[in-house]
């Protein structure tokens, strides 16, 4: 598993509350990665960071923000949440120049 | 935009017979193929990976067969087993941004 925790596991919240995913990783890497899995979209990555306080946006980052104060969190907030952002979120470290490993997911439902 | 493009989207076969999923791209930035197994509940686990500079690439019964020209690659699971019920996907990696985007995904069944 690449030493990658999510918390929490499952998580059922209502629209208009704020919601923060946390992803912790023990072995030091650089570049993590959010990333939401829904149906017929295989995965689609929100936000990913290449270092403490440096982090860019991906395909579908709207309604998302994230934080890495440090190495091994990488924090994923939805301000508000809305029904469309009911979905697996999945976070990702990665080795070497281009694989990716994945965390066990984060399973969010918002009513 | 779909800029991977994966099929079937689901797939059923007996033990013993072999699956291929395909997967198609356009983006010639992309130089590293990976392929993802997921099982209900957990997160995808790299399965097998190959580069454009080789046609195939083998690792145990997983195959991947890669088309530089028609910008296609396959994966091929030989002796197919229960146990290889299974979502797969494929994802290529775009050097310049160094994004990885995925696939659709492809249910795959291993009837007994």
């Known amino acids: 598993d690449a030493g990658i925790t999510q918390s929490p596991r499952h998580k059922v919240t209502e629209t208009g509350t704020p919601v923060t995913l946390r992803c912790h990783q023990t072995?030091?890497?650089?570049?993590m990665y959010w990333y939401r899995q829904d149906p017929g979209h295989g995965l689609r990555l929100i936000h990913y960071?290449?270092?403490?306080?440096?982090?860019d946006k991906g395909e579908v980052s709207d309604g998302y923000s994230v934080s890495r104060s440090k190495t091994e969190d990488f924090l994923l907030t939805l301000e508000s949440a809305t029904s469309s952002q009911t979905s697996v979120y999945f976070c990702?470290?990665?080795?070497?120049?281009?694989?990716?490993?994945f965390g066990p997911g984060t399973r969010l439902t918002v009513l | 935009q779909q800029q991977v493009k994966q099929s079937p989207q689901s797939l059923i076969v007996q033990k013993g017979g072999i699956p291929i999923i395909n997967c198609a791209y356009e983006?010639?930035?992309?130089?590293?193929f990976p392929w993802y197994q997921q099982f209900p509940g957990k997160g995808p686990a790299l399965l097998i990976a190959i580069r454009p500079d080789v046609s195939e690439k083998k690792e145990g019964r997983f195959t991947i067969s890669f088309n530089k020209s028609a910008k296609q690659f396959s994966l091929h699971i030989m002796d197919s087993q229960p146990g290889d019920s299974a979502t797969y996907f494929c994802?290529?990696?775009?050097?310049?941004?160094?994004?990885?985007?995925f696939g659709q995904g492809t249910t795959l069944q291993v009837k007994p």
């Open positions: 994802a290529a990696y775009e050097r310049n941004t160094g994004k990885l985007i």
């Open positions: 072995e030091n890497h650089r570049y």
């Open positions: 990702a470290i990665r080795l070497g120049t281009d694989t990716q490993y």
């Open positions: 960071s290449y270092g403490v306080k440096d982090t």
């Open positions: 983006n010639t930035a992309f130089d590293y």
